[in-house]
């Protein structure tokens, strides 16, 4: 960010975590993000078109397998 011809710096914090279906990890989840992260990465979430999770607080995006199971893979 330049303000009047100042950099400032901000430090961000990013989680990246290979679940192995993260609904049946949400529990852990919530212990992982006691503080405030910026960016959370979850890959293997193996969750489906109807799936609904969400995080408090943040806005999710999901990308399905092609054949539409709970699988790993896109």
């Not at 993000?33 to 999770?53: E, G, M, N, V």
Request: charged content about 20%; proline content about 4%; some cysteine.
């Amino acid at each position: 960010m330049i303000n009047n011809n100042q950099v400032i710096f901000h430090q961000i914090s990013i989680l990246l975590w290979n679940t192995n279906d993260i609904i049946r990890h949400k529990n852990k989840l919530k212990t992982i993000i006691t503080q405030k992260t910026d960016i959370i990465l979850i890959s293997k979430a193996h969750l489906t078109p109807s799936s609904t999770f969400q995080i408090p607080d943040y806005e999710t995006y999901h990308c399905d397998h092609p054949d539409e199971t709970a699988h790993a893979g896109s």
